[in-house]
């Protein structure tokens, strides 16, 4: 099992930015793809930006340039650096962790909070 604790949101103006962390715990060394995701009110929950166990990263194309996911190891921690935010990056942001193994599994934070104002 993997449990996955989100931190960082808030509120914060357009052009501002923010830093989201997600603290991993439990069985991290069967952690394949680490990544964000964001749901905002009325709308399917989307990926932001994902790391592979390799550094391989991939981004939403609305965030491309602006936002930088990384890995702090020593700590267990995913980090999502936002940058230039805009009112429409206004949503609750997830923290997701797949899993390899004898049982592949998917796992969810409880989700933070991110209100960009215009």
């Known amino acids: 099992q993997v449990q996955l604790v989100e931190s960082g949101g808030g509120l914060v103006q357009a052009g501002g930015s923010l830093r989201l962390s997600c603290v991993a715990s439990g069985d991290i060394f069967s952690i394949n793809v680490m990544g964000w995701y964001r749901q905002a009110p009325g709308k399917q929950r989307e990926l932001v930006a994902a790391l592979t166990s390799d550094s391989g990263t991939r981004y939403a194309d609305s965030v491309k340039s602006r936002f930088t996911i990384s890995r702090d190891n020593a700590k267990n921690t995913l980090i999502l650096q936002m940058n230039s935010l805009k009112p429409e990056d206004t949503a609750v942001y997830y923290c997701?962790?797949?899993?390899?193994?004898?049982?592949?599994?998917?796992?969810w934070g409880q989700g933070t909070q991110v209100t960009v104002s215009s």
């Open positions: 997701n962790a797949d899993t390899v193994g004898a049982v592949p599994n998917d796992y």
